[in-house]
Each structure stands twice: as structure tokens, then as C-alpha cells.
């Protein structure tokens, strides 16, 4: 397993990650940026792809939730002007997709990591509570109650839609 | 007291050396979404090192570029083609032209057709007598296009590109001078 | 209507970093290797003397290099290439109404 290897397959996963987080191209290409310096580190105490995967997922976690703290918790730039970088075609409606991403980002940090772990990479609970190390009650009632404000949220918002 | 002075006076020396590296103005990014065509190039000092280490002095091409970005920080470039005009507005260049209004930044060359609505405009930094950097911008109503490039440049030594890289020679003005008078003979 | 967890994972979808990502990552690698300390360079080189037999350690971190360089020379060429046409059209405007007046 090269480096080269390891940053191919998970650059995309890891900048994604850091940019729902961050909602800052910028910030989360440093933050990227950052993580993968690290992981050229500690190369040699993986052991093979997942578990590359799995410490860049953590490190990238950790990274993205120290970098707001030090910022504060406002964002450098309004919402509404953050610039979306390149993505394939995206599913959906284009609008309530934009509109989503912006409720997101307005969660505390720890259930806005757990929910962009959980519909970003599809992660199960426990295995959210793996990387965040946090325990699996938690991480569901993150889930639970940043499901059930963004639902609130979006209705309020965009209208009866669904 | 002096010695407070003296702080004082280097802290408004470097804020104002920060403040004249210019900052592309985020608003480009959204403009990006909108372009049928983007050219988005950023290199800092690390990486045009690292082009420098790949550039061949055995190449004539290759070592007249390592000689123009010998005493460079960087070099970014913005351009975006749209497919219709109104895709951007002055609002999205308004800050880079705040900046470049700046008692540090000259502006030597302003270009403007009113028929076709294009304004090409070149500005140099100098520090200490010395170009410090040079900035681009050309707007026509389909096309925005920005270059910034921090550090040493030579103007000349950038001309001399031409020839290379499938652009075009230009005449240096010497040469069209020295032509003109063995006309008149 | 589509369940509101699908259009959660439609939103949050991932997204592409930029083009230059790679490139600075095996930059930033590069420089972080050279300014290492002494001990460390001669540590890395024993490291490499043991490995060198195999003809790995050196691909490998000659490929690092070879990428990150072609792709940094590549947009360097973007970048100059488009400043010196961009100056080559304004000089050439310039000339053409200094003619004409």
C-alpha cells in the first residue's frame, strides 16, 4: 500500500468530509491538506486499505472540529456565499440539496460530524462511534434530534414539498 | 519610548507588506459554477519550486521559464469564459480593483473599447524601486480573466516567452523602431 | 416523496476536491522531507540502504516526486501561457492606436 495509493483512493472522501464540516473550499482543502501530511507519517502502523480509510476518516473528524474551534464558531464567509466546489451530477433536487448542506452546517460541531459521516459516507452508529469515539447512545441521539430539527427546518423553509 | 515607536512602526511596516498581497476575491468561486470554461491555477513558492526542480536548463523553453520565476512567491490565474454576457458583474472584481487602487500597485497600462465593452488593465507592485509583482485584469463581456503574480518579475524576461509554449512572438518595440527608420532611408 | 434521509444523502454527497489537491499534498510531502533534521536524513538513508536491493524505496519515492513535479511544471505552463498572451493582446492594442492616432 503506497501513499500515493492510500491518497488516491480517499483525497475525494477526505476534502468532502472537511468541506460538509467547514462549508469553506478553502479550509477544507487545508484541513485535507494537513491530514494526508500526517497520514504520509504514520504510514507504516496501518495495515493495509480499510484501515487506512478508517484512521483518515478519524483524523479528518478530529482536524475539522479543532479547526472551528480555534476559529470560532461562526464561518469565515455567509452561507449563502459559500462556493460549491465541482461534484458529479447530484441527485435530486438541486435547490433543497443546497438548502440541506446550509441547515447542516448550522448544527453544533459533534452532531454535524455525526451526520455527515452518517449520509456523507453511510456510516452505521457504531461505527461512527468508532471514529469519533463516542458512545453509540450518542451518536443515535445526535442523530435523532438533528433528523428531527433540520425536518422542522426545511418544512419551514421550503414548504410542504414532500 | 523609542523602542515603542520603533515596534509600532514596524507592526504598520508589515501589516501594510501583508496587506499588499493581493486577495482574489471569493465571489470567483460562484463564477465558476456559471463558466462553460475555467482556468483555476494557484502556485505558491513550494510548488513553483517543485516545477523549478523539473525544468531542464538544457531546454531553451524550459530554462527561459526557470529564469522568469527565479524570484517568484507565486503565480494564480482565474480565467472564465461564459456562454452569454452578464455572468459576472464589476461587483465581482470590485475588491481586486480596491486593492489594486493601493498606493503600492501602478497601474501602466489601461486598455478600453467602448464598442465591444473589453477593458484589459496592467498594474505593477514596486518595493523598494523594484517590481514586486504584477497583476492582469482583462473583462470583456463574455470572459473575465485575473492574474496576480507575487515576487521579482521581469516584464522583459516574460516577453521572451513568446516564441514558446505555442504563443505567438511578439515584436519588442526596439525591433519595429530599428524597421521604421530602414523604411524612411 | 422521497424519504427525507435519501435527499439528506443526496445533498451530502461527495464532493470533488480540486484539481491541484494531489499535486500540493506530494509538494507539501517534499518539502516536509527536506526539511528534516540531519538525524533524520541519515536515519531515512540507512533506512533506504537496507531497502535499496529491492529497488522499491526508490520508485517509490521517485514516482512521489515525478508526479507532483510534472504536475506543478504542467500548470506552470497553464499559467504563463495565459499571462503572456493576455500581455501579448494588450500590447498589441496598444500598438495599433498608438498607430492610428
Known amino acids: 500500500m503506497t501513499f500515493a495509493e492510500v491518497l488516491r483512493a480517499n483525497q475525494s472522501m477526505v476534502f468532502s468530509l472537511a468541506f460538509h464540516f467547514l462549508r469553506d473550499a478553502g479550509a477544507a482543502e487545508e484541513v485535507a491538506q494537513d491530514v494526508f501530511l500526517r497520514l504520509y507519517q504514520k504510514l507504516d502502523e496501518l495495515d493495509g486499505p480499510k484501515h487506512a480509510t478508517f484512521w483518515l476518516r478519524k483524523a479528518t473528524s478530529r482536524r475539522a472540529i479543532d479547526y472551528v474551534r480555534k476559529r470560532g464558531s461562526r464561518p469565515a464567509i455567509a452561507l449563502e456565499d459559500i462556493a460549491e466546489p465541482p461534484t458529479a451530477e447530484q441527485p435530486g433536487d438541486p435547490l433543497l440539496n443546497r438548502r440541506l448542506r446550509q441547515l447542516v452546517a448550522t448544527l453544533?460541531?459533534?452532531?454535524?460530524?455525526?451526520?455527515?459521516?452518517?449520509?456523507?459516507?453511510?456510516?452505521?452508529?457504531?461505527?461512527?462511534?468508532?471514529?469519533?469515539?463516542?458512545?453509540?447512545?450518542?451518536?443515535?441521539?445526535?442523530?435523532?434530534?438533528?433528523?428531527?430539527?433540520?425536518?422542522?427546518?426545511?418544512?419551514?423553509?421550503?414548504g410542504d414539498i414532500r | 519610548m523609542i523602542a515603542i515607536r520603533t515596534v509600532f512602526i514596524l507592526c504598520i511596516t508589515l501589516a501594510s507588506l501583508r496587506a499588499q498581497e493581493l486577495k482574489l476575491p471569493p465571489s470567483l468561486d460562484r463564477l465558476a459554477v456559471k463558466a462553460t470554461e475555467v482556468v483555476d491555477v494557484t502556485l505558491d513558492a513550494n510548488l513553483l519550486q517543485l516545477a523549478s526542480r523539473f525544468l531542464s536548463d538544457k531546454n531553451p523553453d524550459d530554462a527561459q521559464v526557470k529564469k522568469v520565476i527565479a524570484g517568484l512567491k507565486g503565480i494564480f490565474v482565474r480565467s472564465f469564459e461564459f456562454e452569454k454576457a452578464g455572468e459576472y458583474s464589476e461587483s465581482d472584481v470590485a475588491s481586486l480593483r480596491t486593492q489594486l487602487h493601493t498606493p503600492a500597485w501602478s497601474r501602466i497600462v489601461g486598455v478600453r473599447s467602448m464598442k465591444s465593452s473589453e477593458s484589459s488593465e496592467v498594474f505593477v507592485k514596486t518595493e523598494g524601486g523594484k517590481i514586486g509583482g504584477l497583476a492582469i485584469l482583462v473583462t470583456e463581456p463574455k470572459q473575465l480573466t485575473i492574474v496576480s503574480i507575487e515576487g521579482a518579475i521581469d516584464p522583459d524576461q516574460l516577453n521572451e516567452l513568446g516564441g514558446h509554449f505555442g504563443i505567438p512572438k511578439i515584436e519588442s518595440d526596439s525591433k519595429r523602431k530599428d524597421n521604421g527608420n530602414r523604411k524612411d532611408q | 416523496m422521497e424519504d427525507f434521509e435519501q435527499q439528506l444523502r443526496n445533498a451530502l454527497g461527495r464532493k470533488q476536491q480540486p484539481p491541484t489537491f494531489e499535486a500540493k499534498v506530494f509538494a507539501a510531502v517534499a518539502a516536509?522531507?527536506?526539511?528534516?533534521?540531519?538525524?533524520?536524513?541519515?536515519?531515512?538513508?540507512?533506512?533506504?540502504?537496507?531497502?535499496?536491493?529491492?529497488?522499491?524505496?526508490?520508485?517509490?519515492?521517485?514516482?512521489?516526486?515525478?508526479?507532483?513535479?510534472?504536475?506543478?511544471?504542467?500548470?506552470?505552463?497553464?499559467?504563463?501561457?495565459?499571462?503572456?498572451?493576455?500581455?501579448?493582446?494588450?500590447?498589441?492594442?496598444?500598438?495599433?492606436?498608438?498607430?492610428?492616432?
Open chain 1, 108 to 158: 453544533p460541531e459533534k452532531p454535524r460530524m455525526v451526520m455527515v459521516l452518517r449520509y456523507q459516507e453511510d456510516l452505521m452508529p457504531e461505527e461512527i462511534s468508532d471514529v469519533l469515539d463516542m458512545p453509540v447512545r450518542t451518536v443515535k441521539s445526535h442523530l435523532q434530534r438533528s433528523l428531527a430539527m433540520l425536518r422542522e427546518k426545511i418544512d419551514r423553509s421550503m
Open chain 3, 32 to 101: 516536509q522531507r527536506s526539511s528534516r533534521s540531519v538525524f533524520w536524513r541519515w536515519a531515512t538513508e540507512v533506512a533506504a540502504v537496507v531497502v535499496i536491493a529491492s529497488g522499491f524505496w526508490m520508485g517509490y519515492q521517485h514516482e512521489i516526486q515525478q508526479r507532483a513535479g510534472e504536475a506543478a511544471k504542467a500548470r506552470l505552463e497553464i499559467a504563463l501561457k495565459i499571462t503572456v498572451t493576455e500581455l501579448s493582446k494588450i500590447q498589441k492594442t496598444v500598438r495599433t492606436s498608438t498607430e492610428e492616432e
